[in-house]
């Protein structure tokens, strides 16, 4: 299934033996990704995607495109505007829906565009992905990495300098707030298209949507201190929210979408 391919293709850039990867181990990663698609797997993983895209309409290309954004890791660690952000986690992120949403499969009877429904799964991706970036500002810049657009930080008045030093400042909590206001922006457009997709499909895509947004309520929570506590979501809340995608995914097919279209 692609959740594995991804875990694994992830693993190569941040996983444990990440400082051994090279630029031609990803080639490497690419022409077996191209294997398997011919039917030719490498392992019993690769065997299990190979049966998949046998079976599905699943496109090669969001992988590769996966690959790039692990190339990117590589070679790039700061992002100079949100156009540049917005390619990466695309590559990396956004790629997802669009592997899942040929497995997951549409409602027979929804009533909205293909094109609609993968857009709202990129646009899935892409939250999720600023939701990452912006709950790990403080690991990941110990690694080195800034994925913040340069261009706004400077516009905040804020500078690497700021985000190593890890100060929580007014001018932080502003620019922080800006931040999670786009990403919830990309979370309404996904919630567009999720009750669109095949009945099976529709709970555990609400579930994960509604926990990853209720991250971005954590950082507020840490009043906006992504330095030096990691936001997270607890037990209690993660339980709170599983019946709540429950009952959204009994909506019928172009209800939520109709819903959300005449906000």
């Known amino acids: 299934m692609p959740p594995v391919w991804c875990r694994r293709t992830d693993e190569l ?22 294997d398997l698609f ?28 996966m690959i790039e954004g692990m ?27 669009l592997m899942s949403v040929p497995v997951m ?6 009533k909205a565009s293909t094109e609609s429904v993968y857009n709202a799964a990129l646009a ?31 516009k905040a008045g804020l500078s690497d300098e700021d985000i190593l030093r890890g100060q ?4 932080w909590r502003s620019f922080m707030k800006g931040q999670i206001k786009r990403a919830r922006m990309f979370f309404e457009e996904a919630e567009k298209g999720v009750s ?8 555990p895509v609400w579930a994960s949507l509604l926990l990853y947004k209720q991250i971005l309520d954590a950082i507020e929570a840490n009043d906006y201190d992504n330095f030096s506590k990691r936001a997270y979501v607890g037990k209690a ?16 097919p172009s209800a939520k979408f109709m819903e959300l279209m005449r906000r």
């Open 237 to 252: 809340k993660k339980l709170a929210s599983l019946p709540v995608a429950y009952g959204r995914a009994l909506m019928k």
């Open 124 to 154: 899935l991706g892409i939250a999720n992905q600023l939701t990452n970036i912006l709950r790990d500002v403080g690991e990941d810049a110990r690694r080195g990495r800034i994925y913040l657009p340069q261009g706004e930080l400077a």
């Open 13 to 34: 850039v941040d996983g444990p033996n990440a400082s051994h990867i090279t630029p031609k181990a990803l080639d490497r990663w690419e022409k077996r990704l191209t």
């Open 71 to 97: 190339r990117l890791d590589l070679n790039k660690s700061r992002y100079q505007t949100f156009d540049e952000l917005y390619l990466y986690c695309y590559y990396v992120a956004g790629t997802v829906g």
């Open 168 to 171: 929580v400042t007014h001018k």
């Open 196 to 203: 669109e997709l095949s009945a099976a499909s529709r709970w």
């Open 38 to 65: 011919e039917g030719r797997p490498y392992d019993m993983y690769d065997a299990a995607l190979s049966d998949t895209v046998s079976k599905y309409p699943v496109d090669i290309q969001p992988f590769k495109d």
């Open 105 to 110: 499969g549409i409602a027979p009877d929804s």
